[in-house]
């Protein structure tokens, strides 16, 4: 049986990645741009020794800009690599075009890389899919063209690689259902329908566990969140299950919709994109463990979680000190001041600026000395991102901190080194920007 449980790690495990968490629906910033990753309806190959996620970039919002690639050796420190696709002067790839759902798949007899995505205008009338090839999964792609598959609509996509190798694309046509469609040889073209639900889902996602396939989807309601659900079936052509929800009813799958299910080891990962219509560039990402056993899938939410990047194996985040904003030692300006949504009903305002305002927890307690990550509770009003440097022990990083909406102190996470003992954290200021207003910080302690 093949289980994603909360269990404890291996050595190596606990050695390399014992408290580096993901953190669902926060702020992730990239090791090397100092920004809110944009990798939106999103997928994950494996290439080597290093997992590629690839996205949309929805920093203009929902017309396409980039087709963004990052890479990990652990699934939580991501660096920015480059765009695939970027917008062009005119085309399926040129202004005001919609490209979305973009996933790559790694042909091993042509040896080359293949991504298909959702192609369409700005009103979404055309209904396209379109697909590129690639010499390197992180490299630059030739576009080829747009279509619809075998004369049907298709939106929302995915795809998905047997054991065979055989490829198939998953399209979601609003007239008839849910599609499987089989592709060629060389993944580049449309060759045979293999299933269609007569149901109404989008965003798919399959894997397979043990001879079960498992489709995963939404329901159709737009960029608002909804419970999602899954079907099961030892065949792709069918017969499929009926349709279940695998988070808690009513929930909303934790306020996400499915993006893609990645086979990690032996266990399996959700990632589900939490949209913010009103403003694409601030959406986040919900990562969480998927329990899969014979022909039930099940998920349940969490604040952190640890993933093991060898086994696949979960655990609950560490046990954290909560150090509350107004504790800390200001400087240049920064001041302590009424939030009534905040924790204490205060918070840390005009961090950065000039003369580059500060906060400074002196007293951070570890129980080891190990990489951790750490949670920033923030205000930030404004429509994009606000930066900070965030400081331990004298070494400085850049962090990003998305707007929070209005709803209350958002979460934004810095991965960072830390002494056993007591440590010191410094929050400050940015190129003379301002900075998030600051809640309260969490440290794991153990």
Same mark, same amino acid.
């Given at each position: 049986?093949?289980?994603?449980?909360?269990?404890?790690?291996?050595?190596?495990?606990?050695?390399?990645?014992?408290?580096?968490?993901?953190?669902?629906?926060?702020?992730?910033?990239?090791?090397?741009?100092?920004?809110?990753?944009?990798?939106?309806?999103?997928?994950?190959?494996?290439?080597?020794?290093?997992?590629?996620?690839?996205?949309?970039?929805?920093?203009?919002?929902?017309?396409?800009?980039?087709?963004?690639?990052?890479?990990?050796?652990?699934?939580?420190?991501?660096?920015?690599?480059?765009?695939?696709?970027?917008?062009?002067?005119?085309?399926?790839?040129?202004?005001?075009?919609?490209?979305?759902?973009?996933?790559?798949?790694?042909?091993?007899?042509?040896?080359?890389?293949?991504?298909?995505?959702?192609?369409?205008?700005?009103?979404?009338?055309?209904?396209?899919?379109?697909?590129?090839?690639?010499?390197?999964?992180?490299?630059?792609?030739?576009?080829?063209?747009?279509?619809?598959?075998?004369?049907?609509?298709?939106?929302?996509?995915?795809?998905?690689?047997?054991?065979?190798?055989?490829?198939?694309?998953?399209?979601?046509?609003?007239?008839?259902?849910?599609?499987?469609?089989?592709?060629?040889?060389?993944?580049?073209?449309?060759?045979?329908?293999?299933?269609?639900?007569?149901?109404?889902?989008?965003?798919?996602?399959?894997?397979?566990?043990?001879?079960?396939?498992?489709?995963?989807?939404?329901?159709?309601?737009?960029?608002?969140?909804?419970?999602?659900?899954?079907?099961?079936?030892?065949?792709?052509?069918?017969?499929?299950?009926?349709?279940?929800?695998?988070?808690?009813?009513?929930?909303?799958?934790?306020?996400?919709?499915?993006?893609?299910?990645?086979?990690?080891?032996?266990?399996?990962?959700?990632?589900?994109?939490?949209?913010?219509?009103?403003?694409?560039?601030?959406?986040?990402?919900?990562?969480?463990?998927?329990?899969?056993?014979?022909?039930?899938?099940?998920?349940?939410?969490?604040?952190?979680?640890?993933?093991?990047?060898?086994?696949?194996?979960?655990?609950?985040?560490?046990?954290?000190?909560?150090?509350?904003?107004?504790?800390?030692?200001?400087?240049?300006? #920064? /001041? +302590?001041?009424?939030?009534? &949504?905040?924790?204490?009903?205060?918070?840390?305002?005009?961090? !950065? *600026?000039?003369? =580059?305002?500060?906060?400074?927890?002196?007293?951070?307690?570890?129980?080891?000395?190990?990489?951790?990550?750490?949670?920033?509770?923030?205000?930030?009003?404004?429509?994009?991102?606000?930066?900070? #440097? /965030? +400081?331990?022990?004298?070494? &400085?990083?850049?962090?990003?901190?998305?707007?929070?909406?209005? !709803? *209350?102190?958002? =979460?934004?996470?810095?991965?960072?080194?830390?002494?056993?003992?007591?440590?010191?954290?410094?929050?400050?200021?940015?190129?003379?920007?301002?900075?998030?207003?600051?809640?309260?910080?969490?440290?794991?302690?153990?």
């Amino acid at each position: 049986m093949r289980l994603l449980r909360l269990v404890g790690f291996g050595l190596s495990g606990l050695i390399v990645n014992a408290t580096l968490q993901i953190v669902p629906g926060a702020t992730w910033t990239a090791t090397n741009t100092g920004q809110h990753i944009q990798a939106h309806g999103a997928g994950i190959i494996k290439d080597g020794e290093k997992w590629y996620w690839i996205g949309e970039d929805k920093t203009n919002g929902t017309a396409f800009t980039n087709i963004n690639c990052y890479s990990s050796t652990n699934l939580v420190e991501w660096s920015y690599e480059g765009a695939l696709i970027s917008r062009t002067a005119s085309g399926d790839t040129g202004p005001d075009r919609v490209i979305e759902r973009p996933k790559v798949m790694h042909n091993k007899r042509t040896g080359k890389y293949v991504l298909w995505a959702h192609i369409d205008s700005a009103d979404y009338g055309e209904a396209k899919i379109g697909v590129a090839i690639g010499d390197s999964v992180c490299g630059k792609y030739s576009y080829l063209r747009s279509e619809r598959p075998l004369g049907f609509e298709s939106r929302d996509s995915g795809v998905f690689v047997d054991d065979d190798g055989k490829g198939y694309l998953l399209t979601e046509d609003r007239r008839n259902g849910l599609r499987i469609n089989a592709l060629s040889d060389d993944y580049l073209s449309v060759s045979s329908n293999v299933y269609v639900w007569k149901e109404k889902y989008e965003s798919p996602a399959m894997i397979k566990h043990e001879g079960v396939y498992f489709m995963f989807a939404s329901q159709l309601t737009g960029w608002s969140p909804n419970d999602n659900y899954y079907s099961t079936s030892t065949s792709l052509s069918g017969p499929w299950s009926s349709w279940q929800k695998f988070a808690d009813s009513g929930s909303n799958t934790y306020a996400s919709q499915t993006s893609f299910v990645l086979s990690v080891g032996d266990g399996y990962v959700y990632m589900g994109d939490r949209w913010h219509s009103e403003n694409l560039m601030r959406s986040t990402y919900v990562w969480l463990p998927v329990e899969i056993s014979g022909t039930t899938a099940s998920m349940k939410n969490a604040v952190n979680w640890i993933l093991d990047p060898g086994t696949g194996a979960s655990r609950a985040g560490p046990k954290e000190n909560m150090y509350e904003g107004e504790t800390a030692e200001l400087a240049n300006g #920064a /001041i +302590s001041q009424a939030c009534s &949504s905040c924790s204490g009903s205060k918070a840390i305002g005009y961090i !950065g *600026g000039v003369p =580059s305002g500060s906060a400074t927890f002196s007293k951070v307690e570890s129980s080891a000395t190990t990489r951790t990550t750490l949670r920033i509770k923030h205000l930030n009003g404004d429509k994009q991102q606000r930066y900070a #440097a /965030i +400081s331990v022990n004298g070494k &400085s990083q850049r962090a990003a901190f998305l707007p929070d909406g209005g !709803g *209350g102190p958002a =979460s934004s996470v810095v991965h960072v080194n830390v002494e056993q003992g007591v440590n010191e954290v410094k929050v400050g200021g940015v190129d003379e920007g301002w900075g998030p207003d600051i809640d309260r910080v969490f440290v794991p302690v153990e």
